[in-house]
Structure formats: C-alpha cells, structure tokens
C-alpha cells in the first residue's frame, strides 16, 4: 500500500495505528506500517522520555509518530483547584450515587487517581513536545483541534509533519489554513471524540475540502477490506486505534475490560459525554448510561466533567467494576473477537486487502 | 460493474436506485442501472397500476423492481378511528402550537392530507403486491423487517427475488432464516429509518452473517468512489435512495425543498423520531428540533406519531413553510449540489468509479 505520503514518511504500507502503548506502536512500525504513540497520560515529562528511548530501541530504525492534545479551548492562567470549585455538589452527589450502588471501594490513601485534567493542558503537552522533538519522531498529531502556529512552525523545523483530527469539512479547511500537513478525516464510528458525519460520507468531503492535502480516514477500519474502502474514498492512508486494544502488546491493566472488548457488538459502543464532556465513543456500560439519563443531572463541559469522574474512573478500573467498566472504542470493537500479536493483525490486514483490491477488479471487469 | 447479482438480474451495472417517482426508476432502468419504485404512497390499487404501465413503457425491457412497507407489527385489526383515539391531547396541541407559531395555513375544506398511516399497513401492501405481480418486476423490497413467508412464496413463485434492509447483523441473520434473497446493508448515514452502525462497519458485518446472499450496501453513497468502496467492503452493489431526489426527473412538489437540499451540507440531517416514531435520517428543520427538544413532549411510538404528524406535514409541503419543510435524506446531501439528469448523475457514478479503481490499484502496486 503505497501512496505519496508512505512515500515521504519511508513507511512500506499506508496503515498508521495509534495507540497509548509503546510496545503496540514499536510493534506496529517493525511490520511495515507508521505506529503513533498517544502521549496524554505522559504527565511528566520522564515518562515520556524513557518510554520514547524505549521505542527508539524497538523500532529499527523506522518511521513512527507521536499524538499530544492540545484544546483548542485553553484552560490556562486558572488553577486545577479553581476549575474543581466550579463542579456542582449535585454532580459530585450523583458520582457517589452511582459508585456507592455498585460497591466501587475506595482507593487507598494516597494513592493517585489516574487521568487528570492536566493532561489535557497547553503546558503539559508543551512540555511533551519538549522531549519529543529530541527524538527522531516522523510525525507530530493532534486529537483536539489545530496546534498553535508556534508549534507547527517548531514541528516544521525539525522536519516533522503535523497531522490534525477533522470531524467535518469546516475543521479540515481550518486545519489547511492553520499550516496542517496531513488531515485525518474522523468519522462518527470511530472511537474517542467523534462529530456526527459517517467516514464513508466524510473521507471524500474533506479530500475535496483540502485540495493537495494528504487525508487519512479514520474511524471504522479494521479488516483490509475497510483499508480498500478508504483508499476508494480518495484516502492516502487508513488511521486504525480500537482495533490494536485487544493485541497481546496491548497493556489495558484489566482483564475484565479486555474480556468486555472481546465480547462487544458493533451496537454495544455509544456516543456519550461522559467521560471528557464532549461526545466521544466509547464502551456502552452502566456508567454512560448513568450520565445520558434523562432523569439524571446530565454531563458538564470539558474540561469539568473530566476533572468530576476522573476519580471514579480510576477506582472502577482498578477494582474491574464490571458493569461501570469501560474505554473509547470504535464501532470496530465488533470484529475485535481474539487477541493475537500485533504483526499477526497486521499481516490479516495486507492479506485482506489484497483480497478486497482483487475481488473489486474482477467487478470492475479488470481481471 | 458486474456481480453475480447483477448478471443474475441482468443488469449492466450493480448500481441499485431506490425513488418514490416512477420516471426516476425508468431512468435508472434505462440507464443500465436496476429502478426500485417506492410503493408507500400508492394506496389506491389502481394509481400504482397506472405508474406501472408507464415503468412497463419506459424501460426499453430491462429490469426493474419496487419497494413495500410492511411493518413487522402490525396494526391490523384496529381502525384508524381507535389509532387516533390513542394519541394524547398534549401531543395534538404540540402540533398546532408549532404551526401557529410558523402561522402555517390550514388545508382548504375537504382536501385530504397526504400520507397516512393505511400506507402502512399490511394490507395496503398486500393490494399493491397483487398488482405487482401482473407485472414483470424483477425484485421485491421490504423497507421494514422481512415480509410474511406467503408474500416471499408468491415472489418465488413469480422468479422475483425478495430483498430486505437491515440495519445490524442480527437483522440480516433474521432475514436469511426468512427465505430473503437479498439483504440491504443500511448504514446509520442513510436517509430514512436507520440504525446506529455505520456502513462501513455495518457492510462486512452482514457479509459474514449471512454467507452466500448477496448484501447490498446503503447508506452514504452518492459517488462512484463511495460505491467502489461498497465494492470492497464486500457487497454485491450499491443501493442509493437520496442521490436521485434533486435529479431532474424527481417532483417533489416544491421549489423550496429542492432549493433546501441543493443547499444543505452533511451535518444538516438529523436521525429523529419525529416523522414515524422510529429514528430516521431526514433534514434537521425547526420541526424536528421541535420533537427532539427535551423540553417539549416527545414523539409517539410508531404509528401514532405517523397519525399525529400527517396532516400537518401535508400543510407544511403545501404551503413550502421553509422553515419546517424537510424530508428524509441521508448525509450524502452534503454532495447533492446541481439539479442534472438522472442520465448525466449516472454516467457520473460509473466514470468516478472507474477513477477510484485505478487509483487504488496504483496503491496496491497493480498498475
């Protein structure tokens, strides 16, 4: 699968996987395709460093690429304790509704819950970019919105294309005017932050939106025969993030959610605000149902209701809460039915796409 | 374009086009594609014989089919008196708030309003399908769940295949252990009644539900690289509904709601209940906001919001109140630019078609 920007990245198959775990994107790049490395737990910068060194030394010398998220809403110049004291004590009420019903424990003392507000900061992702750009990363995304023009500028300089997520035409035409390298057109079936539009109607808008822009398509791909879709869609490349959840390199520190990916339909995601305050797919679990409640107080705007449930994820993680338990996952999940390697998911999707090409010959009478 | 099922139904290419207006199916017939008639509305015998007649003149012989609605419930057995017996007085002033506020006319007395719930009911279709039979169509479509086993015998009985819309993989299981021939893959971007799994998704899903039939993919197709990708992801051919209604041979009875979906982009629909009671794709207007408003009393179960609506939405169309004129489409509106022949829109499809399987042949290093 060759397109001109597998080309210029040196990557051998257009099929860019993102991912939070190094061990997935290492794995990904090794089989030929452009693995990026979601960097928002990355809260210290350490972290990230030893964890890039890690994938420099796995990766062979290829291509791979990093994903910051940078709000386009700034949530600067106030303190985290300033944004908690704007939560409802309703809601704060409703969170201990839900987790006391389930018998969710407490976590120990001490003991940090996991995702923060922070990391969803200008500075945080600055500081990211701090390590980052010591490393010969190939490829710098953003899931939020365009990055400040200092930072495309500052990616330009050290030869490193900036790609930005679009759920419409609108955002992929901003995304060109902002200096964007690569568009990746997101569709409502994809997992995390998803507008309304279906990639099968939104890939071919924002190709036409942005002219000479390379597009990737994102959001319901996981077979060949979706990477064959993309590419008929006009698609430089296919970007691919649920289905590597549930690879052996995979690490979701739960078997119990692991088991629940296995087992999901393409109907068991839903479309919620529960988790970040903007809607983002993710699992469908008692927990979203809680918060799209018509009965219920209903969710807040980012950045509140991710600081409000921040906590409550954490326990329900730790302690595998079955019924609360979830993550952003695209509709995909559906076909997400065993766990193998990376290289093993990999080598079904190359097989399959060949197959996918070959039968839409013969239709075209081209064989 | 060329698959078993189309050289089964013996058709150039296998690209199916669904439309409530007769001269738009021939035109699809005769341009080499397969017609589907939309059924819904004949609910006099004698009116879908007449249009029959003309299909049988203007289709040169090649091959068509036509499309029925017969609920899975059924509300046979009740009168239309008792049905609307049934709906609340709070509803019924709902109604007549939202058109005093747009001050929309009354009909003048004695006219009848357009659709009504007998278009829905089994025995309508019944008197359509003993019509239908008198002709040489070639395909039975039902629009909701399978039809009644005696219906799919006389089909067979008349070498008619039968085939079904299913918006999951269990649907289409349900509709293979029904003797359907041919099972529509209807994707969450389609217009009308739709689920909530994407095409792309959706497409392979079914394949693999139901082996051997043939699937055809609906839902966001509106150009030859989105049916090169229907293609891939494994259907049999493309099923379109929305493209044709800005064509120049659809009447739809007002210049203002060509005006609105020549104009409207692909996140200006909306999957309300507002028409039927069951979610489906249409406009978002002032009328479906107003029915999807938390605030206001909500929709009725099907088919008592059908009832409750009719009239009102016959004196909506009449008067062409913009603000409230909607109809169902899909996202694929986005695309629906330029009033052209159905002729000039087809030869579009098969010429982009031809571009997206080049391309992609480029890609998989085939050319």
Avoid: C
């Amino acid at each position: 699968m060759k397109t001109e920007l597998s080309q210029k990245l040196g990557v051998e198959h257009a099929i860019f996987g993102f991912t939070p775990f190094p061990a997935v994107a290492a794995a990904l790049t090794r089989a030929g395709g452009f693995g990026v490395l979601g960097a928002v737990r990355y809260t210290a910068p350490d972290d990230l460093a030893r964890d890039l060194d890690w994938m420099q030394a796995h990766t062979d010398g290829k291509p791979y690429g990093l994903d910051v998220v940078m709000p386009a809403k700034k949530v600067e110049g106030v303190t985290e304790a300033e944004v908690e004291a704007m939560i409802p004590e309703g809601h704060r009420a409703y969170v201990r509704e839900i987790l006391a019903k389930h018998g969710v424990p407490e976590l120990a003392e001490g003991e940090a819950s996991g995702w923060r507000i922070t990391g969803w900061m200008e500075q945080v992702a600055r500081n990211q970019l701090d390590v980052a750009f010591d490393y010969p990363i190939k490829l710098l995304a953003n899931a939020l919105g365009s990055p400040p023009a200092d930072v495309v500028a500052r990616a330009h300089s050290h030869d490193v294309l900036v790609a930005a997520l679009a759920g419409s035409p609108k955002h992929a035409r901003r995304h060109a005017e902002a200096g964007i390298d690569i568009i990746v057109a997101q569709g409502y079936e994809a997992g995390g932050h998803t507008g309304e539009i279906a990639t099968m109607v939104l890939v071919p808008e924002v190709v036409d939106a942005v002219g000479e822009l390379p597009v990737l398509a994102a959001g319901g791909i996981g077979s060949g025969e979706q990477i064959a879709a993309a590419f008929a869609l006009g698609a430089q490349g296919a970007w691919l993030g649920s289905l590597w959840l549930t690879t052996e390199e995979a690490d979701l520190h739960s078997r119990a959610l692991t088991a629940k990916l296995l087992a999901a339909g393409s109907g068991d995601t839903v479309r919620s605000r529960a988790l970040t305050g903007k809607p983002a797919r993710q699992l469908r679990t008692q927990w979203t149902d809680a918060w799209d409640d018509p009965n219920g107080p209903g969710t807040l705007p980012m950045p509140l209701q991710g600081l409000l449930v921040a906590e409550a994820n954490s326990r329900i993680q730790k302690y595998e809460v079955e019924p609360l338990l979830g993550t952003p996952v695209g509709q995909i999940v559906g076909r997400m039915n065993s766990e193998r390697s990376v290289q093993a998911v990999f080598d079904d999707l190359t097989r399959s796409f060949e197959k996918a090409v070959a039968r839409l010959n013969r239709i075209a009478g081209r064989s």
